[in-house]
């Protein structure tokens, strides 16, 4: 003996229902992988930039420094030396150690690698390389801000 199953038009309609629910849950999702995505590549390709202007910098400051060490091979007088490197676009300043020079290369229009170096007896050493910014931080401390001493003591 057969069993006739009959399906209500209620039990095809929550197939219906739950089946929609099941596509709008993966859509919503989909869509929110992909705008996740796309911000994340946008922060991938400006840490990229950054990092690749950093190493250009870093490049152009080593040129710069090349050039001043083939200017001033085969010179022992400071102060000759000195006034070759500030040709050469650099500050330097002669002391009782020797001469100390630094120079600037721009990293973009906001930031500088700043690079400082001394010499002793003709051998160029790189005391520090640091990225520096053109614009100038200003704190307004004009604030009357409580400092923890009540006005009644």
Same mark, same amino acid.
């Given at each position: 003996?057969?069993?006739? *199953?009959?399906?209500?038009?209620? &039990?095809?309609?929550?197939?219906?229902?739950?089946?929609?629910?099941?596509?709008?849950?993966i859509?919503? !999702?989909? /869509?929110?992988?992909?705008v996740?995505?796309?911000?994340?590549? &946008?922060?991938?390709?400006?840490?990229?930039? =950054? $990092?690749?202007?950093?190493?250009?910098? #870093?490049? #152009? $400051? $080593?040129?710069?420094?090349?050039? =001043?060490?083939?200017?001033?091979?085969?010179?022992? %007088?400071?102060?000759?030396?000195? *006034?070759?490197?500030?040709?050469?676009?650099?500050?330097?300043?002669?002391?009782? %150690? &020797?001469? #100390?020079a630094?120079?600037?290369?721009?990293?973009?229009?906001? *930031?500088?690698?700043?690079?400082?170096?001394?010499? =002793?007896n003709? #051998? !160029?050493?790189? /005391?520090?390389?640091?990225?520096?910014?053109?614009?100038?931080?200003? =704190? %307004?401390?004009?604030?009357? /801000?409580?400092? &923890?001493?009540?006005?009644?003591?």
């Amino acid at each position: 003996m057969a069993v006739k *199953r009959h399906q209500t038009s209620a &039990g095809i309609g929550g197939a219906l229902i739950l089946i929609i629910f099941i596509i709008l849950t993966i859509t919503s !999702f989909s /869509i929110l992988t992909l705008v996740s995505a796309k911000n994340e590549m &946008g922060s991938v390709k400006k840490s990229a930039e =950054i $990092a690749s202007d950093y190493y250009n910098a #870093e490049k #152009e $400051a $080593a040129v710069k420094l090349n050039e =001043i060490k083939t200017a001033a091979s085969g010179i022992t %007088d400071s102060e000759e030396i000195a *006034r070759i490197i500030s040709e050469k676009g650099a500050n330097a300043n002669v002391t009782m %150690d &020797g001469i #100390e020079a630094s120079f600037k290369v721009n990293i973009d229009e906001n *930031r500088f690698l700043l690079t400082e170096i001394k010499i =002793i007896n003709g #051998e !160029f050493k790189i /005391i520090s390389q640091k990225i520096a910014s053109e614009n100038e931080i200003i =704190i %307004d401390d004009s604030f009357n /801000i409580w400092d &923890g001493i009540s006005p009644l003591e």
